[in-house]
């Protein structure tokens, strides 16, 4: 079954640029798309196929996508940044199956 | 404003079923498709199911399939997930979610879900 790899955690200082990985054998041909997941609350849509922004999202939060790797990335990291970021993709194999990523923890120090 | 409210959680046996529902608002309902997603407590999101909005095809992941019926109502603009044989590792915060289509399918809209726990 296809799968996206995320790393567990990652940590970086207020006002640092914060960067989470995702993999996947498909991602040259398909989009991803992020999610970010604070506690107790539901998922937000951050980012969409591969580097679109929805409205409302801050700048700050961008995204590229290089081979078979897409990178969420954000610049002057806040506080209320600290969350659980995962990605999403389709299964490749026409299946309409929709894949996540295992979810990365953004720690604040 | 898109929102989307569900409902139906509540503690069950194995074995046992349950009926989740989503009520949405906001959009033109038939138009898309719309999924479960589920959330296993200190866990990562897993798909569910889906129902398409233009066709009325259904999908569901490995996990559920045979025991998990989705439907929709769009007189009602109400999404459904009939829940039967229900085991422990169904345990899980169950999200609705809108699913937007352009050039790849993504979820623009989430529920703030119901929690289901499979428990004796």
């Known amino acids: 079954s296809y799968e996206l790899t995320q790393p567990p955690s990652v940590s970086v200082s207020p006002g640092q640029t914060a960067t989470i990985t995702c993999s996947g054998d498909?991602?040259?041909?398909?989009?991803a798309h992020w999610y970010q997941q604070k506690p107790g609350q539901a998922p937000v849509l951050v980012i969409y196929k591969d580097s679109e922004r929805p409205s409302g999202i801050p700048e700050r939060i961008s995204g590229s996508s290089s081979g078979t790797i897409v990178t969420l990335t954000i610049s002057g990291v806040q506080a209320e940044d600290e969350a659980d970021y995962y990605c999403q993709s389709e299964d490749y194999s026409g299946t309409y199956r929709r894949v996540f990523g295992g979810g990365t923890k953004l720690t604040v120090l | 404003e898109v929102q989307l409210l569900e409902s139906g959680g509540g503690l069950v046996q194995p074995g046992g079923s349950l009926r989740l529902s989503c009520a949405a608002s906001g959009f033109t309902f038939s138009s898309y498709a719309m999924s479960w997603v589920r959330q296993a407590p200190g866990k990562g999101l897993e798909w569910v199911s889906a129902?398409?909005?233009?066709?009325?095809?259904?999908y569901y992941a490995d996990s559920v399939r045979g025991r998990f019926t989705i439907s929709s109502d769009n007189s009602k603009n109400r999404l459904y997930l009939q829940m039967n044989s229900l085991r422990a590792e169904d345990t899980a915060v169950y999200y609705c979610?809108?699913?937007?289509?352009?050039?790849?399918?993504?979820?623009?809209?989430w529920g703030q879900g119901t929690l289901v726990t499979v428990s004796s």
């Open positions: 498909a991602l040259s041909k398909q989009y």
């Open positions: 979610a809108k699913e937007d289509y352009s050039s790849s399918p993504y979820f623009d809209y």
């Open positions: 129902v398409s909005g233009s066709t009325g095809n259904t």
